[in-house]
Every structure is written in C-alpha cells, then in structure tokens.
C-alpha cells in the first residue's frame, strides 16, 4: 500500500494523503509493481470521460478529442509530456551521448520539444475524436497497457545516468516482479479481445527499449515518460484500426 501511495501521487495529479509515506527502499520495494496498478486508476478516469464525452452528442468529434486530450494531459501534470519533450531535444540534437544526456537534464525546452509536443497533442486529439466519430469508447486498457511497459523497463534495463527520478524510484526493484509483468500482460491481452493492441505494445516497447539503450545506454525519467506518451498514440492508433477491421 506504501509503494501504491507514493506511485499514484508520483504519477498524478492525486493529493497525497496527510501521512505520506516517506520515500525509502522499503516502502519503494513495490514501486515498479504499483505503476500499472496505478494504470488501473487512469483506466477507470478513461472511461469515465469517454463516458461522458460520448454522451454530449451536441458536441463535435473533434472537441470531444480535445477535451479528452486536456483531461488526460491534466490527470498525470504533464509529467510525462514533460519527458516527451525533453527526449525530442535531446534525440534529435544529434550530438553525443553525454550531450545528449546533459540536454535531458537541461529545463529549457528547445524548438523539437516544442514540436513534439505538438504532434503528440495533436496526434491524440484526432485519434480520440476518430474513435468518438465512430459511436466506439475509448479503450480503458490503453493506460495500462503504456504504464506496464514503462514499469517493465524501469525494472529490467540499465540506468543511463546516476541519480534522478528513475535511478531513486528504481533502487528497490527486482527481477521476481517480471513475473508479474508477464501475468499482467497476459490478462490484459486477453480481457482486451484484441490481437493488435498487445501485438503494438510488445513492438514498441521492444523499439524503444533498443533505442534507449544504443542513444542514451540506459533509461531515465524523461525517456520513460516520453515512451509512455509515445505507447499511448501508438496503442490509440490501433484502437482506431481495430474499428475499421
């Protein structure tokens, strides 16, 4: 319960109780297991908006995409666009592996994080309003699905830099949560009746596990935040062909 608490007010916008637990490699021993239970909670924020949304029929797709989008981007502070922004200035600085590294840390946002920002915004504002126009509802499965993966990659894959939110929060974990990575994994595939959306998931995580590693050699805060939001556009994309099957 510890690690759920500091993991849910980590990755959201939720107040933290008056007795915070304090942020130690005890209470943190769960930390990478809490983040897709902590998905659970986006899930069901999802739905209730896409609920919502879906009955205000006065309303166009597109605004309803929007609205979704903001609500969304509000529920987790920005905390992993902020991390999608600084990967863009930093990948495509193409400069080397420390620079790159010192451009992550760097809180000035330069003209690609700009840019990314942008496209991610938007990418998620056409695709919800896509699948608004189509009578469907969101996929609940979708915030889980991204904050398994980021979790996956918190706990396996080398840090690239000492220090920083990823190197504090993964301090505690351990190889025997993969476990319950692969189970977690295998519910969702099958509650979800979808082939596409977990087929999209391993092959993105697959992709950016690679690229973390051969750019930056390891992974950061700003790299899991920026693939979370990248798993997300990509897992909402195969909603959308799913309903055009």
Known sequence: MRSFLIALTFLSIFPAPRRFPEWNERNLRFFCVMIPVVGFVFAACWALLSCVLGRAGNLSPTLRGFVMTLLTLALTGGLHMDGLMDTCDAIFSRRDRATRLEILSDTHAGAFAV????????????????????GGGVSPFVPVFSRLGMAAMLNNLPFAKSGGLAFMTGAARHKRDNLFFFGLFALLSILSHSIIIPAIFILSLIIWCRLCLRIFGGITGDLLGAYLEISEILLLTGTVIESCI
Do not use: D, N, P, R
């Open 115 to 134: 840019m990314g920002c942008v496209l991610a915004l938007m990418a998620k504002t056409l695709l919800f309003a896509e699948i608004f126009s189509k």
